[in-house]
């Protein structure tokens, strides 16, 4: 590997997969800094590497740790990381900003797409990516991982985008930016938390080698940019879309109310919902993760082959 002009470092399994041609799988590291609390957020850090593992990958946990990109982390990383609580929250923007003042920072969906795509590595796992937030016709709030999507080619896999947002906006900005978005196993793009949105999916696969050959032809014909899996989350860990309607509704009414914008919007939103489902949300949350891990390393091995 190259040394590039910038402060980069692989963990020991992370080099180790790359050198030898291994299937590695990306994952994103704001949801252990910012999605969880203390100390459930390394249990689940640890159990989706965990799960990569299981699945004949190997987990690559980016983050800027004192200026330093860092793809993989070893435990002490990654349990010193899960502690932090004043990571600064990374995408496209400020990912350079981090490593040039050496800062720590957790990265987004955009961001770890980024350092993927540096690393070589082109399968990520993630819960559900950003979007178009409620209200963005006037506020033009919009999160920068559509855009990313629309450049960077990674595999995304993910719950569909994240049901706190506008998800019918979202996949029209995805389908003007040119991102194929497709369905793992159903018809229906999922919701994040409900295996149900309510809006046909623009496309469906059911096999991980299906998924891995469409995104090799996509690069073989010089199209640009990434593709967008939506892995429903398992029914038995489901929360129905009426009842999450509900709650969703409610925090979006409070977020207002408090004047919360910008980056606090989802961290806040998600532990407003946490609190209004008395923990079934951050479950859900965990079990999708651990479910699009799964499917994840499964592509990436497709890849591979």
């Given at each position: ?155 995304v896999v993910c ?41 046909q999916s623009p ?96 592509i990436a091995g497709?890849?591979?082959?």
């Open positions: 590997m190259n040394k590039p002009p910038f402060p980069l470092e692989y963990s020991s399994e992370v080099r180790a997969a790359l050198d030898s041609g291994k299937p590695v799988v990306a994952l994103e590291s704001t949801i252990i800094t910012h999605g969880m609390p203390w100390p459930g957020n390394l249990e689940m850090a640890r159990g989706v590497e965990d799960v990569i593992r299981s699945g004949g990958a190997v987990p690559a946990t980016i983050a800027v740790i004192d200026g330093c990109l860092n793809i993989g982390l070893d435990d002490a990383a990654l349990e010193e990381l899960a502690k932090t609580g004043d990571a600064l929250k990374v995408s496209r923007a400020d990912i350079a900003y981090a490593v040039s003042m050496g800062k720590t920072g957790a990265t987004t969906v955009a961001a770890t797409m980024i350092a993927a795509s540096i690393a070589g590595i082109r399968v990520f796992a993630t819960g559900g990516i950003g979007g178009v937030h409620h209200g963005a016709e006037s506020d033009f709030d919009i999160s920068a991982d559509l855009d990313e999507l629309a450049k960077t080619p990674v595999i719950a569909g985008a994240k049901a706190i947002l506008d998800i019918p906006k979202t996949l029209e900005v995805l389908e003007t930016r040119g991102v194929p978005v497709v369905t793992f196993g159903a018809d229906e793009l999922p919701a994040f938390w409900s295996r149900r949105s309510g809006l496309l469906r696969i059911d096999d991980p080698h299906a998924i891995a050959r469409f995104h090799t032809t996509r690069a073989s014909m010089g199209i640009e940019g990434g593709v967008l899996v939506a892995n429903p989350v398992p029914e038995a860990d489901e929360i129905p879309r009426a009842e999450m309607d509900i709650h969703i509704r409610r925090a979006l009414d409070k977020a207002r109310q408090e004047g919360i914008a910008g980056k606090a919007v989802t961290p806040f939103l998600l532990s407003e919902i946490l609190a209004m489902t008395g923990g079934r949300s951050l479950e859900t949350n965990i079990a999708l993760v651990r479910n699009n891990a799964r499917l994840a390393a499964r497709a890849l591979n082959e």
